[in-house]
């Protein structure tokens, strides 16, 4: 059976945009994939958080794991600094990348722009990712377009280090999510949502409760004209609820579109809205169990021992392969 690993960073509620372009697709995958699913928390750490926020963060995203349908029995979920091996790798990673191949990275630029003391880790952490994924033997890892750099970088670090000293690691293959892998802004459908924007009406969080849920969603920019129809060139704004309806209902946007052309923005809106909270609603109701019982306790304690085991192998070969295991007499 092949594998798939990803991670989502613990930095904030996720949006119905990592919902749907991410987890969602997390649960499908978990049927036909030996899976791995870490929060990823290591790389939080590379902007300043608070303390308190980023452990409530990393056990909450955990319980919204398993409450949009990812199964203990079937995926192993963990936490990624409970697995030493993670960083181990990403250092021994570190140490094959070059300085020009890390520069060249987006997400390096973008979060670098501007601040007057950029630390060291938002350069070099995309070994760290590497390495998370190298671990596990992955053969597939579900990704959204603006990861795809990354998933470049990774693969070609696992083949200079196969090539330099040992054929140890798997070439992952990237799997894009079909048209969930972009949900837009609702205020800007230019760009993608996120958790991050300052703009509370942007995005929908999946904690959102209904009301907040359906007010956003009412505030959400669409085009000029009135006609329904998904054109994300000429029609943004409409294109992206479509999408999210779409989804969040599982049909194809060709049947959104049908389903929904002769409406109203304002009844696109309202349709969008409440497919979202019927989504959400009975999701944010596991996810508050499991945030108050020992179970996602007993969870992440299982994934973690599973993850160890896992990944000691593969960096004990790549230890072994670089020289650093002692040789004993």
């Avoid at 749907?20 to 791995?36: E, P, T």
């Avoid at 802004?185 to 958790?195: D, R």
């Amino acid at each position: 059976m092949k594998t798939v690993f990803s991670g989502v960073q613990p930095s904030g509620t996720p949006t119905i945009g990592n919902y749907l372009g991410a987890i969602k697709h997390f649960v499908d995958l978990q049927k036909d994939y030996r899976s791995f699913f870490c929060i990823v928390n290591q790389h939080a750490i590379t902007v300043p958080q608070n303390k308190q926020e980023l452990q409530h963060n990393t056990r909450s995203l955990a319980a919204l794991y398993i409450a949009s349908g990812l199964d203990p029995e079937k995926a192993t979920i963990f936490i990624q600094s409970e697995v030493p091996a993670h960083a181990q790798l990403g250092w021994m990673l570190q140490c094959i990348a070059y300085i020009g191949e890390l520069e060249r990275m987006t997400q390096f630029k973008d979060k670098a722009e501007g601040r007057s003391g950029v630390p060291g880790a938002l350069l070099t952490y995309p070994p760290l990712m590497a390495a998370d994924i190298l671990l596990y033997g992955t053969d597939i890892v579900p990704v959204g377009e603006d990861q795809k750099q990354h998933l470049e970088l990774t693969r070609t670090l696992a083949e200079r280090f196969n090539q330099q000293y040992n054929d140890i690691f798997t070439v992952p293959e990237t799997k894009i999510a079909g048209s969930g892998a972009r949900i837009m802004s609702l205020q800007n459908p230019e760009k993608k949502m996120s958790k991050s924007d300052s703009n509370q009406k942007a995005f929908i969080s999946m904690l959102d409760g209904e009301k907040t849920i359906m007010k956003k969603m009412k505030s959400a920019v669409t085009d000029s004209g009135r006609e329904i129809r998904y054109d994300p060139e000429s029609k943004p704004g409409v294109s992206n609820l479509l999408t999210i309806y779409a989804i969040s209902k599982n049909i194809s946007i060709k049947e959104a579109e049908q389903k929904l052309s002769s409406e109203s923005y304002g009844s696109l809106k309202e349709e969008t809205g409440a497919a979202v909270a019927d989504i959400l609603v009975p999701l944010q109701e596991r996810h508050a169990e499991l945030m108050n019982s020992s179970e996602l306790d007993d969870i992440l304690d299982k994934g973690a021992e599973t993850a160890r085991q896992a990944s000691s192998k593969m960096l004990a070969k790549a230890e072994r392969a670089m020289g650093l295991e002692r040789k004993k007499r």
